[in-house]
C-alpha cells in the first residue's frame, strides 16, 4: 500500500469549498426541484457534506457507480455503468457530483448518458479539478478546488480502497 505524504487541502480547505458550491447551487436552484447524482464511491463523503449545505431547494438524491478501466492510479478511457439511476431523469434538473475530474472520460461519457434520456438540465460539481490532466473537453460547472498533477486520497477518495476516511485530502508517496 502507498503511503501518504503531506496533507494537500486542510479540513477548514475542504469545508470552505464546500460552502462555496453549496451556496452556488442553492441560488442557482431556489425554489426549485433538483437530482443529485452522486458518483459512488469516491463522492459519498463530499456529497453528504455538499447536500446538507444547500438551502431552499427540493433534493432529491440518487446515486450511480462507474467503473473506468486502468490501473489503480489512472483511467484509459473505457467506461461502465456497473450501477445506474434508480429513478427516472426525464424533465429534471440534474446536478452529477463527482469527487475529481481528471482526463475528463468518466464524466463526459456519463454527461452523454444522462443527456440521451430527456432531462431538463444536466450540471456537474467536483469538490477537485485536476485541469491539466484534461483530455476530453467536458463543461465542469462547480468546481472546489483546483490542484496539480498527483494522486491524492482522503475525503472519500481511495488508493485500491484505502484511504477514503481521512478527513483530509493527502498526496501519496510516489510509487519506486
Ligand atoms: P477521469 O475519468 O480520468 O476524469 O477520472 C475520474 C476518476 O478517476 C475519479 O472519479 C476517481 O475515481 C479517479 N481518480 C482520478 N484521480 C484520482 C486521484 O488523485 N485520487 C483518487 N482517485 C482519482
New binding site residues.
Given amino acids: 500500500m502507498l503511503k501518504k505524504k503531506e496533507i494537500l487541502f486542510s479540513k477548514e480547505e475542504i469545508d470552505n469549498a464546500v460552502e462555496n458550491i453549496a451556496r452556488k447551487v442553492s441560488e442557482e436552484y431556489s425554489g426549485g426541484e433538483l437530482l443529485i447524482v452522486g458518483?459512488l464511491k469516491?463522492a459519498f463523503i463530499f456529497m453528504s457534506d455538499l447536500i446538507r449545505k444547500v438551502h431552499g431547494v427540493d433534493i432529491i438524491v440518487d446515486f450511480v457507480i462507474?467503473r473506468?478501466y486502468g490501473s489503480s492510479?489512472?483511467?484509459s478511457g473505457e467506461?461502465e455503468v456497473v450501477k445506474d439511476l434508480h429513478g427516472p431523469v426525464e424533465g429534471r434538473d440534474i446536478l452529477v457530483v463527482?469527487?475529481?475530474?481528471?482526463?475528463?472520460?468518466?464524466?463526459k461519457f456519463f454527461k452523454d448518458q444522462l443527456l440521451r434520456r430527456g432531462p431538463k438540465s444536466v450540471k456537474i460539481c467536483a469538490l477537485?479539478d485536476?485541469r491539466a490532466?484534461r483530455?476530453v473537453e467536458i463543461d465542469v460547472d462547480y468546481v472546489g478546488l483546483l490542484m496539480d498533477d498527483?494522486?491524492?486520497?482522503g475525503y472519500g477518495?481511495?488508493?485500491d480502497e484505502n484511504y477514503r476516511n481521512l478527513p483530509e485530502i493527502w498526496v501519496l508517496e510516489e510509487e519506486e
Fill in positions: 458518483v469516491g462507474l473506468s492510479t489512472t483511467s467506461v463527482e469527487d475529481i475530474v481528471d482526463t475528463g472520460v468518466t464524466l477537485l485536476k490532466r483530455e498527483g494522486f491524492v486520497v477518495l481511495d488508493c
